[in-house]
């Protein structure tokens, strides 16, 4: 199932080029009170809501996908966690082009193990992306994003996929420079989720995907996730060695080689195989 989150906090199945408002499946979240539980209600829920979705889905309003706003399809993840070099092409870029390494040790993931960026960084494809600091580089990167869909630590990578609720495409936006990747990494819109969340029924093997960018039409970006360093179980169990992954938790695996700066006016659109498709407009700051 293609599960979206529209305009405001609307809740959509996507079949084909329509969606299928099923906000009323929402229903089924309990309220909270203080003290919340860590992660993301609609992804904690996920099992439920999608058992009422099916129920509601024969008679919901139809919309036309491109009439939609399509926001990230997890609202409020604990963590957005990065593999910043997961691809051996994209290692052998940074080696190649001081801009991207920074001068640090780039050989393995280990050597720099996963980074955060800022959950209020996050935004849909329709929001679009804002940039900061122009005078410096501003990059795209186009990264598989797996959707932790319960609280998860000490997972193995036999056992991970377990905790997977499903599949997105991240946008690691990224300004190059010298400060530490979560500080370049972290301004509001740079992290982009959309056009909504795959259930891992529908992704068997999420080490098997092309993913691809383009930036105004022109192909940037066109690699496999085969081709990643730790594939997406060994990211989990990596990452939940260190910490504990809640509902909504979004691993970004890694972008592969291409990777280049955008600018105020561009169109970026990005797509990974199985999961799907969207554009997302450049601008800047103040425009
Ligand atoms: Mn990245």
């Known amino acids: 199932m293609k599960i979206c989150r529209f305009d405001d906090d609307r809740l959509g199945v996507v079949k084909g080029d329509e969606v299928l408002d099923v906000t009323p499946a929402l229903e089924v979240i309990p309220p909270q009170r203080w003290p919340i539980a860590r992660g993301d209600p609609l ?10 979705v099916r129920a ?16 990230s399809p997890v609202p409020n993840p604990t963590k957005i966690v990065n593999a910043p070099i997961n691809y051996q092409a994209h290692i052998d870029e940074a080696k190649a082009d001081p801009k991207l390494g920074g001068g640090r040790k780039l050989n393995h993931i280990t050597d720099w193990g996963l980074f955060l960026k800022s959950t209020s960084a996050l935004v ?28 998860c630590r000490k997972a193995t990578a036999a056992n991970a996929l377990e905790f997977v609720a499903g599949y997105s495409i991240g946008l690691d936006m990224t300004i190059r420079g010298p400060e530490m990747p979560s500080w370049r990494k972290s301004v509001d819109s740079y992290a982009v989720c959309g056009p909504w969340l795959v ?4 992704v ?43 509902p909504g938790d979004l691993i970004f695996s890694g972008t592969p080689e291409g990777v280049g700066p955008v600018a105020p006016g561009d169109v970026i659109t990005a797509e990974i ?9 450049v601008a800047g700051y103040e425009g």
């Open 124 to 151: 849909g494809p329709a929001d679009g992306i804002r940039l900061r600091m122009l005078d410096r580089r501003n990059d795209h990167e186009v990264e598989l994003a797996v959707v932790i869909g319960r609280e």
């Open 204 to 246: 068997p093997d999420p080490n098997v995907l092309n993913l691809l960018l383009w930036v105004n039409g022109e192909l940037r970006q066109s690699s496999n996730t085969a081709r990643m360093v730790y594939n997406v179980q060994k990211l989990i169990e990596y990452a939940t060695g260190m910490y504990t992954l809640y």
């Open 199 to 202: 259930t891992r029924d529908e």
């Open 56 to 71: 509601l889905e024969g008679a919901a309003p139809r919309r036309k996908l491109a009439d939609v706003k399509l926001r």
């Open 43 to 52: 992804i904690a829920n996920l099992d439920r809501v999608v058992e009422r």
């Open 273 to 281: 195989e199985r999961v799907g498709r969207f554009d997302i407009r």
